[in-house]
């Protein structure tokens, strides 16, 4: 079942995940949750005060929930699913918000790659076989042709989304993998 998609507009609810500890909030919670944030605090390395405010402002924007059956710090929260995108904005201080959004976005996704690049070694054969980094690539597309690429990835991606929110549907063997990919003129138009 696909992720139901969330276009995020406002300068609040691009703030609320600008912020490296909300990202890795989400990321636990969709790996493992519903978790408290105790639990979380552990998994993260930071105070489980610190958590709970942090989740308290993702709630806001309704980004988790509250999981039901606990108080206080003892709460579980889990993910709200669905995907999320943003762009360019008319209002300046979303515009703001997207690219400040976008940059922590990029931050923790070369973050992870240095993280698997130090244990890469200690990785089954298996998996470090099946690990790739396509790297940097040089094309000439037209903007159609790029769109149509950016389509076809996210489509072929979404074929595992389920496997996020229901842990039944994952095969054995199966473990968390980040993916990432961008397309972009390499250039600015005047230089091309």
């Not at 610190?50 to 929260?77: D, M, Y």
Request: some cysteine; aromatic content about 6%; glycine content about 6%.
């Amino acid at each position: 079942m696909p992720l139901t998609h969330r276009q995020l507009e406002s300068a609040g609810e691009l703030r609320a995940l600008a912020h490296p500890v909300r990202l890795r909030l989400l990321e636990e919670l969709a790996v493992d949750g519903p978790l408290t944030a105790t639990e979380l605090a552990e998994r993260i390395d930071e105070l489980p005060a610190n958590c709970s405010w942090h989740l308290r402002q993702l709630a806001k924007h309704h980004f988790v929930e509250e999981a039901g059956g606990g108080t206080g710090r003892r709460r579980p929260w889990r993910i709200v699913a669905e995907s999320h995108s943003w762009g360019d904005s008319d209002s300046p201080a979303a515009a703001a918000a997207a690219r400040a959004l976008s940059d922590t976005v990029l931050a923790s996704a070369i973050d992870s790659r240095r993280r698997f690049h130090d244990v890469e070694h200690a990785e089954p054969p298996e998996w470090r076989d099946a690990a790739f980094t396509i790297g940097s690539s040089l094309t000439w597309l037209t903007a159609a042709e790029l769109a149509e690429l950016g389509e076809l990835i996210s489509d072929r991606i979404e074929q595992y989304a389920d496997r996020v929110l229901d842990p039944a549907l994952r095969p054995e063997g199966a473990r968390i993998v980040r993916l990432v990919a961008w397309g972009h003129p390499a250039r600015p138009e005047e230089k091309q």
